[in-house]
């Protein structure tokens, strides 16, 4: 099994990557949220990596972070999902969002995913929930999530997050950037605290 590949990304398309390692270019199909992160075509990057294997054809998909390989890999265990649509989730939920739909049962979240419907978000939630503590990185109660300690009603934490997509962040950059920062925001933080804890996450990388 191909477990990552580390070399020259030569091209890219809207959801494929050719990248050229040890003068054999590998195309993988990745989801938006790994597409829009990938440098210039020339540079050096390394994405984990998944193997598809079905009777007509070989696939390799590929995941600029662990948590999005996590995520696919988890989904491809529920019934009637395939990578087509694993690869959606990640294109429009980023990983720690995905895991607060699931453990907080939010079904209407899930159904903004292009390809799921009402049913199938609840066989997302049915099948995975006792599963999603189980990644890393993931605690294992939905109260010990990252970022669960603002509610998503809070209007603190959602004002934030607009303003650092606002700032050219996509919102699962902001999201994540958020929930790193929830230990040392405390208590009922103001949305410029928010902002200043986030961007100093985001500049850590």
């Not at 050719?18 to 199909?29: E, S, T």
């Not at 690869?87 to 995905?98: G, K, N, Q, R």
């Amino acid at each position: 099994m191909i477990a990552h590949l580390r070399g020259e990304l030569v091209a890219a398309g809207a959801d494929w990557v050719v990248i050229d390692v040890a003068g054999v270019g590998y195309r993988c199909l990745v989801p938006g949220s790994t597409r829009s992160r990938l440098p210039a075509p020339g540079a050096a990057v390394q994405l984990h990596t998944s193997l598809q294997v079905r009777e007509d054809a070989l696939t390799l998909y590929g995941f600029l972070t662990q948590a999005e390989y996590d995520v696919f890999e988890l989904l491809l265990r529920v019934d009637g999902v395939g990578p087509k649509v694993a690869l959606a989730v990640l294109s429009t939920i980023d990983p720690e969002s995905f895991r607060r739909a699931v453990a907080f049962e939010d079904i209407t979240a899930l159904c903004r995913v292009p390809g799921i419907g009402k049913k199938t978000a609840q066989r997302l939630v049915l099948e995975l929930k006792d599963k999603i503590g189980a990644l890393p990185g993931a605690a294992g109660s939905p109260g010990d999530l990252p970022g669960a300690a603002a509610p998503p009603a809070d209007d603190a934490w959602a004002e934030a997050t607009e303003a650092l997509c606002a700032l050219g962040y996509s919102r699962g950059e902001a999201v994540a950037a958020l929930a790193r920062a929830r230990d040392e925001a405390g208590e009922s933080p103001s949305v410029e605290t928010l902002v200043r804890l986030g961007l100093k996450q985001l500049y850590r990388g």
